[in-house]
């Protein structure tokens, strides 16, 4: 089972920007499906982003399509979340998530279907 370790997170103004890491240990990622999730605190976890093991195909939460971009580099193991543009709604724990399996959107915003998860970085916002 791959493991995943996120970092990036931090402290940042609303309007400024962040990238955050996840990267693998254990099995390569290149057979693997990435996502992110995020949860605030008092909510329940929510989708944020998705890339294909290839890389050719991604999802994005409505939330922050436009603003975020997925990205991944097999070679390195490690997948990023470049996020623009922040809001203090952004304020949450950000994990990655790993899968063997790709699917619709909906299917990929259900962490059910999710079987690998790092334990998270904090993200806070400020206005």
């Known amino acids: 089972q791959v493991q995943l370790v996120e970092s990036g997170g931090g402290l940042v103004q609303a309007g400024g920007s962040l990238r955050l890491s996840c990267a693998a240990s254990?099995?390569?990622?290149?057979?693997?499906?990435m996502g992110w999730f995020r949860q605030a605190p008092g909510k329940e976890r929510e989708f944020v982003a998705a890339?294909?093991?290839?890389?050719?195909?991604?999802y994005y939460a409505d939330s922050v399509k436009g603003r975020f971009t997925i990205s991944r580099d097999n070679a390195k193991g490690t997948v990023y979340l470049q996020m623009n543009t922040l809001k203090p709604e952004d304020t949450a724990v950000y994990s990655c998530?790993?899968?063997?399996?790709?699917?619709?959107?909906?299917?990929?915003?259900?962490?059910?279907?999710?079987?690998?998860w790092g334990q998270g970085t904090q993200v806070t916002v400020s206005s």
């Open positions: 998530a790993a899968d063997w399996t790709w699917g619709s959107p909906a299917e990929m915003k259900l962490t059910t279907r999710w079987r690998s």
């Open positions: 254990g099995r390569p990622i290149s057979t693997y499906a």
């Open positions: 890339i294909h093991w290839r890389g050719y195909n991604t």
